[in-house]
């Protein structure tokens, strides 16, 4: 009878809490909803049942309506925390009530299921909720959703508005300290490079009102990430160059320069600096001022009339050691790179009248050689000069002009330092210097090249082929350094020199076989000359003719042969010593032709009537090589290597010898009067 009576009980008290409940639900129907008295419904039910999910939601659209005289939307989360998760608990008049409140309160019917609505209802509430604390700009709500909601699904995106909101004050304080103390407070924040960046700033514009050099290079170092680094680099080199400048010593631009050597102002400071040393270096005049001058100026104009001073000077001593003292010499140049050592040596005329000279350069004879490319007037005066080089030794042979002006240089580079990997070189620069292109020409042998009028350049040497020997050759390219044909003949020799006359013809000098071609490249004549001779070199003459020198073990001979290939005279000499050779011809506009030849402790201009008699030799005694000559309007250029042998420290200490030589050229007025 008791469990009866308890039984009885309990539906009468769920009956009268659905009652109640219900009742709570009516106040909310009202139209305006009487938010106070469905709270009072609400709250007085989860008195006695606080687990009540119909009655956590009723309390929750209370606190979550803004219409409502008690909203508190922090609040209202409370409610929803309570009963999520727990909708199955509802009853089957919980159901209903609700379902009735919602059929009355939508403004929009639907025929979602009651969970389903109350679910969305829920993400509503939680919506507001974030909108609130995103909008509200109330930092204490923000804690305080914090504190109360842990486990709020959007707790990490509540986090980040706290961030904002605690990033806003401290930004209004606006000082290092306070954007320190909040990286310190907030370390993962998302507005911690915006308070880094506001350090920056303020620190940056703190040292700028300092403007020293100490406060710019602390600045440097302990903002290493700030956007003003770039700008402090450039105030702090501007603060040390203007402290430069006061000094204004060879030493206080030289400490500039090395301290800061990125610095915008470092070519202003070299400048000053040059100019001072370059008064020093007029002041004194003597190769010694020259050479610190270049050492430590190797380029701008400065240098450049340095340059032109310290080649004067050589140029002269050359003249004063060699006795040289024709009237005819208008003017001679020594070119000596900087104390290194130069070899070789080709020099050729441009169109405008200048003058681009080819050698060979090293630091010293343990070290690879490079070239180098120089520019003269027809003052003798340097424009520029290039030094152009692989990763290992190069040396130049020949230089040629396109019809572009550009400047074309030939010779050999290798890939290792194997001399097996010797290749065929050619690179081009512009008529200012500047590289266009550089390329090597795979395993080619050749000693001598010539450029027609269609930027055709014949390279001529030979081709060796197995245990046969070598074979006269001929390899064309175009001025982009692509081969165009390879010819090999079938004769045993090398090609030595190559010329082309006005009209094209091409005029090809064997060792022992020389032929005249036409521009397609036909055979015109050809002819086998004494086998026990070595032609070398050739040029044509103003009417067409041929004149060719060359020598072999016991005698110097000289050649001219028609157009049509008729020999005109051979002329030979006893050689005065068995290293005697011919290094280069000339011939004037009289059909005369001069030649430079070498031997071992001596050189000769020797002077040739247009019927092959001697007329005139000019000895040069002492260490110098004739390297070649070329016509200089109705004058000449010759370029020559002056040897001396100088001593440099070995590794050691002890002292070293060494052959150097410096690029000597000399400009007369007059062919004959060489």
Same mark, same amino acid.
């Given at each position: 009878?008791?469990?009866?009576?308890?039984?009885?009980?309990?539906?009468?008290?769920?009956?009268?809490?659905?009652?109640?409940?219900?009742?709570?639900?009516?106040?909310?129907?009202?139209?305006?909803?009487?938010?106070?008295?469905?709270?009072?419904?609400?709250?007085?039910?989860?008195?006695?049942?606080?687990?009540? %999910?119909?009655? @956590?939601?009723?309390?929750?659209?209370?606190?979550?309506?803004?219409?409502?005289?008690?909203?508190?939307?922090?609040?209202?989360?409370?409610?929803?925390?309570?009963?999520?998760?727990?909708?199955?608990?509802?009853?089957?008049?919980?159901?209903?009530?609700?379902?009735?409140?919602? #059929?009355?309160?939508?403004? /929009?019917?639907?025929? /979602?299921?009651?969970?389903?609505?109350?679910?969305?209802? #829920?993400?509503?509430?939680?919506?507001?909720?974030?909108?609130?604390?995103?909008?509200?700009?109330?930092?204490?709500? %923000?804690?305080?959703?914090?504190?109360?909601?842990?486990?709020?699904?959007?707790?990490?995106?509540?986090?980040?508005? =706290?961030?904002?909101?605690?990033?806003?004050?401290?930004?209004?304080?606006?000082?290092?300290?306070?954007?320190?103390?909040?990286?310190?407070? +907030?370390?993962?924040?998302?507005?911690?490079?915006? $308070?880094?960046?506001?350090?920056?700033?303020?620190?940056?514009?703190?040292?700028?009102?300092?403007?020293?050099?100490?406060?710019?290079?602390?600045?440097?170092? =302990?903002?290493?990430?700030?956007?003003?680094?770039?700008?402090?680099?450039?105030?702090?080199?501007?603060?040390?160059?203007?402290?430069?400048?006061?000094?204004?010593?060879?030493?206080?631009?030289?400490?500039?320069?090395?301290?800061?050597?990125?610095?915008?102002?470092?070519?202003?400071?070299?400048? /000053?600096?040059?100019?001072?040393?370059?008064?020093?270096?007029?002041? *004194?005049?003597?190769?010694?001022?020259?050479?610190?001058? *270049?050492?430590?100026?190797?380029?701008?104009?400065?240098?450049?009339?340095?340059?032109?001073?310290?080649?004067?000077?050589?140029?002269?001593?050359?003249?004063?050691? @060699?006795?040289?003292?024709?009237?005819?010499? #208008?003017?001679?140049? &020594?070119?000596?790179?900087?104390?290194?050592?130069?070899?070789?040596?080709?020099?050729?005329?441009?169109?405008?009248?200048?003058?681009?000279?080819?050698?060979?350069?090293?630091?010293?004879?343990?070290?690879?050689?490079?070239?180098?490319?120089?520019?003269?007037? !027809?003052?003798?005066?340097?424009?520029?000069?290039?030094?152009?080089?692989?990763?290992?030794?190069?040396?130049?042979?020949?230089?040629?002009?396109?019809?572009?002006?550009?400047?074309?240089?030939?010779?050999?580079?290798?890939?290792?330092?194997?001399?097996?990997?010797?290749?065929?070189?050619?690179?081009?620069?512009?008529?200012?210097?500047?590289?266009?292109?550089?390329?090597?020409?795979?395993? *080619?042998?050749?000693?001598?090249?010539?450029?027609? !009028?269609?930027?055709?350049?014949?390279?001529?040497?030979?081709?060796? /082929?197995?245990?046969?020997?070598?074979?006269?050759?001929?390899?064309?390219?175009?001025?982009?350094?692509?081969?165009?044909?390879?010819?090999?003949?079938?004769?045993?020799?090398?090609?030595?020199?190559? $010329?082309?006359?006005? @009209?094209?013809?091409?005029?090809?000098?064997?060792?022992?076989?020389?032929?005249? #071609?036409?521009?397609?490249?036909?055979?015109?004549?050809?002819?086998?000359?004494?086998?026990?001779?070595?032609?070398?070199?050739?040029?044509?003459?103003?009417?067409?003719?041929?004149?060719?020198? &060359?020598?072999?073990?016991?005698?110097? +001979?000289?050649?001219?042969?028609?157009?049509?290939?008729?020999?005109?005279?051979?002329?030979?000499?006893?050689?005065?010593?068995?290293?005697?050779?011919?290094?280069?011809?000339?011939?004037?506009?009289?059909?005369?032709?001069?030649?430079?030849?070498?031997?071992?402790?001596?050189?000769?201009?020797?002077? +040739?009537?247009?019927?092959?008699?001697?007329?005139?030799?000019?000895?040069?005694?002492?260490?110098?090589?004739?390297?070649?000559?070329?016509?200089?309007?109705?004058?000449?250029?010759?370029?020559?290597?002056? =040897?001396?042998?100088?001593?440099?420290?070995?590794?050691?200490?002890?002292?070293?010898? +060494?052959?150097?030589?410096?690029?000597?050229?000399?400009?007369?007025?007059?062919?004959?009067?060489?």
């Amino acid at each position: 009878m008791k469990n009866i009576l308890s039984i009885l009980l309990a539906i009468v008290c769920l009956t009268a809490n659905g009652q109640n409940i219900k009742k709570g639900y009516r106040f909310l129907e009202k139209d305006p909803p009487d938010f106070e008295k469905a709270l009072d419904v609400f709250k007085k039910d989860l008195a006695g049942n606080p687990g009540n %999910v119909a009655a @956590n939601f009723g309390v929750a659209l209370v606190y979550a309506d803004d219409r409502s005289p008690v909203f508190n939307i922090i609040d209202a989360w409370q409610y929803i925390e309570s009963m999520q998760g727990k909708e199955d608990q509802l009853s089957q008049e919980d159901i209903e009530i609700l379902s009735e409140y919602f #059929m009355n309160t939508e403004v /929009r019917k639907t025929s /979602r299921p009651v969970k389903k609505k109350m679910a969305i209802a #829920m993400e509503a509430i939680e919506a507001r909720l974030i909108k609130f604390i995103r909008e509200e700009n109330n930092l204490e709500a %923000v804690y305080e959703v914090l504190d109360r909601y842990p486990d709020f699904r959007h707790y990490d995106n509540v986090i980040h508005i =706290r961030n904002q909101f605690e990033y806003r004050k401290y930004e209004k304080l606006n000082t290092r300290a306070a954007y320190d103390e909040f990286i310190t407070k +907030f370390p993962d924040a998302a507005q911690v490079p915006k $308070a880094v960046k506001n350090i920056n700033r303020l620190a940056f514009q703190e040292v700028k009102s300092q403007n020293s050099v100490e406060g710019y290079s602390d600045y440097i170092r =302990r903002y290493p990430q700030s956007e003003y680094l770039q700008t402090a680099i450039k105030l702090r080199n501007a603060a040390a160059y203007a402290r430069a400048k006061q000094v204004n010593t060879l030493n206080a631009y030289e400490d500039f320069i090395a301290d800061y050597p990125d610095a915008l102002e470092i070519s202003e400071a070299k400048t /000053r600096q040059r100019e001072l040393l370059y008064e020093q270096a007029k002041r *004194i005049k003597s190769l010694e001022a020259f050479n610190q001058f *270049i050492d430590k100026y190797p380029d701008g104009q400065y240098f450049v009339d340095i340059f032109n001073l310290k080649a004067s000077e050589l140029g002269t001593l050359f003249l004063r050691e @060699n006795s040289l003292t024709n009237p005819a010499i #208008m003017w001679a140049r &020594g070119f000596d790179n900087n104390a290194r050592l130069e070899s070789g040596g080709v020099v050729c005329e441009m169109p405008s009248g200048d003058y681009i000279l080819a050698c060979n350069t090293q630091l010293d004879e343990q070290s690879f050689s490079d070239a180098w490319i120089i520019k003269i007037g !027809q003052d003798g005066k340097m424009a520029w000069n290039k030094i152009i080089g692989q990763a290992f030794a190069d040396s130049v042979t020949h230089v040629l002009i396109d019809n572009s002006n550009d400047i074309i240089v030939l010779g050999y580079t290798y890939l290792t330092a194997d001399s097996t990997s010797r290749m065929g070189w050619m690179f081009k620069l512009g008529s200012d210097g500047k590289k266009i292109w550089n390329k090597n020409l795979g395993k *080619i042998e050749f000693t001598a090249c010539a450029i027609d !009028q269609q930027n055709r350049i014949y390279l001529g040497g030979y081709q060796e /082929r197995d245990s046969l020997g070598a074979f006269y050759a001929v390899t064309t390219f175009n001025t982009d350094a692509k081969m165009l044909g390879e010819k090999v003949y079938t004769g045993k020799g090398s090609i030595n020199d190559i $010329a082309i006359s006005p @009209n094209g013809d091409i005029f090809l000098c064997g060792s022992n076989w020389i032929m005249l #071609m036409e521009p397609r490249r036909y055979i015109k004549w050809d002819h086998a000359i004494d086998t026990s001779l070595t032609a070398t070199s050739c040029a044509f003459s103003p009417s067409g003719d041929v004149f060719l020198a &060359g020598y072999n073990k016991k005698k110097i +001979f000289y050649a001219r042969y028609s157009a049509d290939g008729k020999k005109i005279w051979l002329k030979d000499y006893v050689k005065a010593d068995s290293t005697q050779v011919i290094k280069d011809i000339l011939l004037s506009p009289e059909n005369t032709m001069l030649t430079l030849e070498q031997t071992g402790s001596s050189a000769k201009i020797k002077l +040739f009537s247009a019927s092959g008699d001697v007329t005139g030799v000019k000895e040069l005694f002492g260490n110098i090589t004739l390297q070649s000559v070329i016509p200089a309007g109705s004058g000449s250029i010759m370029l020559a290597t002056d =040897r001396k042998t100088v001593e440099v420290p070995g590794g050691g200490g002890e002292m070293q010898k +060494f052959t150097d030589g410096n690029l000597i050229v000399i400009r007369y007025s007059t062919i004959n009067s060489m």
